[in-house]
């Protein structure tokens, strides 16, 4: 996102206020609202891929500070608010009063992203810190950032992560950790086949780059207290057809079912990664 606000800026120097472009300011600004659209009860984003484990919001409500001046939209403002407004781009672009709302508490499919996000109760309770939020990433994988993760589940509730996604080794690329574990399919919420990496296409580099096409959803039900998504998978290992349906019941309930379908006799493993003391 700070990339893309470095170019719009420049342009916008030079004339060009894509900000107020019929087609691409809206796009521009869908992407400061899906993170709005995915946010857990205590204002953080999971991290996929090759992002952080867990992202705070308010700890880079900096970037906010942009959309806000552009888009005046109260939703921004508050996550402005709930940060500490000492970064540059304040600044530069702070707005001395900001106009602040909660964004509305919905559950949304992203299909162009490829995650289905349940959140209950959907009013100001949620923002109390004890709700429930559950991603489920149904792909596609974001290209060489992208992890061998199809149908992987991340999981707030109680106050806390329950279960994640591991990110991104802290030590970085150069980390044989990296690869092995924290972007290995085992290290995901999902299931693994015979031990083995879902599929992936390996550029020059021996790093994987695009995996299969994504799955897609096969029934959607979203509601104000129960919550159903089924996804779908053909690509994940030859032969192997993946199914995972999530259904949340108000902030206290949830069922998870996940069905592999594949010829021959073959290892299973259903990976949930908690978080530990």
Not at 74 to 80: A, L, N, V
Not at 104 to 127: F, I
Request: hydrophobic share 35%; charged share 20%.
């Amino acid at each position: 996102l700070l990339h893309l606000q470095v170019t719009t800026e420049l342009l916008r120097r030079a004339g060009q206020d894509l900000y107020r472009d019929p087609e691409l300011g809206p796009v521009i600004k869908s992407n400061y609202d899906v993170l709005l659209r995915a946010m857990t009860p205590d204002l953080t984003v999971f991290g996929k891929n090759d992002d952080g484990p867990f992202e705070s919001l308010p700890g880079w409500a900096s970037v906010f500070e942009i959309g806000y001046a552009r888009f005046r939209d109260p939703h921004y403002g508050w996550i402005i608010s709930h940060g500490e407004r000492r970064s540059p781009l304040a600044l530069q672009y702070g707005e001395p009063e900001l106009n602040a709302k909660a964004p509305p508490v919905t559950s949304n499919v992203l299909e162009d992203v490829g995650w289905a996000v349940m959140r209950a109760p959907q009013d100001e309770r949620y923002w109390q810190g004890t709700g429930l939020c559950v991603l489920m990433d149904f792909g596609p994988h974001g290209g060489w950032h992208g992890h061998p993760d199809a149908l992987s589940m991340d999981l707030y509730a109680l106050g806390t992560v329950l279960l994640r996604d591991q990110g991104m080794c802290p030590v970085g690329y150069g980390a044989r950790e990296h690869w092995d574990w924290y972007r290995h399919t085992l290290g995901h919420n999902t299931v693994t086949v015979d031990g083995l990496q879902q599929m992936f296409v390996y550029g020059d580099d021996n790093a994987p780059t695009e995996a299969g096409t994504g799955g897609r959803t096969t029934f959607i039900s979203l509601g104000p207290d129960i919550n159903a998504v089924e996804a779908r998978d053909d690509a994940a290992y030859p032969g192997a057809v993946y199914q995972r349906a999530v259904v949340t019941i108000g902030a206290n309930y949830l069922v998870d079912f996940f069905q592999v379908t594949m010829p021959g006799e073959h290892i299973f493993d259903y990976a949930l990664h908690g978080l530990g003391r």
